[in-house]
């Protein structure tokens, strides 16, 4: 999980401020926030209008980096907003998916669970359950959840079991077969 500040109000007067710090937790259904002192999470769930999503998304990674969109994915046109090296999809005007590659910018970014780039397949195993795609066109695939909606999905650096996780993904993407 990655972690930042964001000012929340502790009592009901609005000039009393405190920092709080917030960890960013990838998720299945969306992203979670993490109140890092209580344990509290808050989902920012796929559906989210996007000027809202990009809005909390930007107040724990910072501003978005680039805007970009491809017409011709699989699901129909997707717009991209780039936080470093994770992304945020969005399909007529919703939060719908994300990305996360390897970079040095968000590397800290983890499930709950602490999978995130850079975890070795045996790690990943002990604490989620994921089948790895035989057929993928476009490497060593895994998927979580099963046919269901809530599960994330990546490829590893091979397929030994030793291999660490390159990318990582939840919702609607446009990756290309």
């Known amino acids: 999980m990655a972690e930042a500040e964001a ?5 009901a007067k609005p000039e009393k401020q405190d920092t709080v710090k917030i960890a960013v937790a990838l998720d299945g259904e ?14 920012l ?3 989210t209008e996007r000027a809202t999503a990009e809005q909390a998304i930007a107040a724990q990674l910072g501003p978005v980096d680039s805007r970009t969109s ?17 992304t945020a999809n ?12 390897d970079g040095d910018k968000n590397s800290d970014l983890t499930t709950m ?19 790895i795609d035989d057929d993928s066109s476009i490497g060593t695939e895994f998927h979580t959840g099963g046919d269901g909606a809530g599960g994330l999905s990546g490829l590893l650096d091979s397929d030994a079991q030793d291999a660490r996780i ?12």
């Open 45 to 47: 769930a796929f559906g």
């Open 90 to 101: 969005f399909q007529d005007g919703k939060f719908v998916g994300w990305a996360l590659s």
């Open 30 to 43: 969306g992203l979670r926030f993490v109140n890092a002192t209580t344990g509290s999470t808050r989902l």
């Open 166 to 177: 390159t990318d990582l993904w939840a919702g609607t993407n446009c990756i290309f077969r």
């Open 113 to 131: 669970s602490g999978i995130g780039i850079g975890t070795e397949r045996t790690t990943m195993a002990q604490s989620i359950t994921f089948e």
């Open 7 to 11: 000012d929340q109000t502790v009592d």
């Open 70 to 86: 491809n017409q011709e994915c699989g699901a129909g046109p997707v717009d991209f907003s780039q936080f470093g090296d994770f």
